[in-house]
């Protein structure tokens, strides 16, 4: 398995940015597929982003142009940028690493290791 801790949380007005980061442990995020997931209250987990283990990322229609996601490979660290936010977007993030048959997928179904979450709130 994968230990994931992600930290970053905030609250920003409309507009503003925010920094995530997810910190593996035993094993390094170079070698899996990662992703961001986020939840609000009543809703869904919702795929937000992905990144392949090439590189490659992949966005939800939602964020696109708006969220960017990166791997920092010395660190052992991936991040999710998060500009020009709404209310809408305020949730629990969460960072996770896919089986590599899930690589390329935003369905939570297809990632098994799972941070604890970290709070975003938009006002």
């Known amino acids: 398995h994968v230990q994931l801790v992600e930290s970053g949380e905030g609250e920003v007005q409309a507009g503003g940015s925010l920094l995530l980061s997810c910190q593996g442990s035993d094993y390094t995020i170079r070698s899996y597929c990662m992703g961001w997931f986020r939840q609000a209250p009543g809703k869904e987990r919702e795929g937000v982003a992905g990144i392949r283990r090439d590189g490659d990322e992949y966005y939800a229609d939602s964020v696109k142009g708006r969220f960017t996601i990166s791997r920092d490979d010395a660190k052992n660290t991936l991040f999710l940028q998060l500009n020009s936010l709404k209310p809408e977007d305020t949730a629990m993030y969460y960072c996770?690493?896919?089986?590599?048959?899930?690589?390329?997928?935003?369905?939570?179904?297809?990632?098994?290791?799972w941070g604890q979450g970290t709070q975003v709130t938009v006002s």
């Open positions: 996770a690493a896919a089986r590599i048959s899930g690589c390329g997928s935003l369905d939570s179904g297809d990632y098994y290791s």
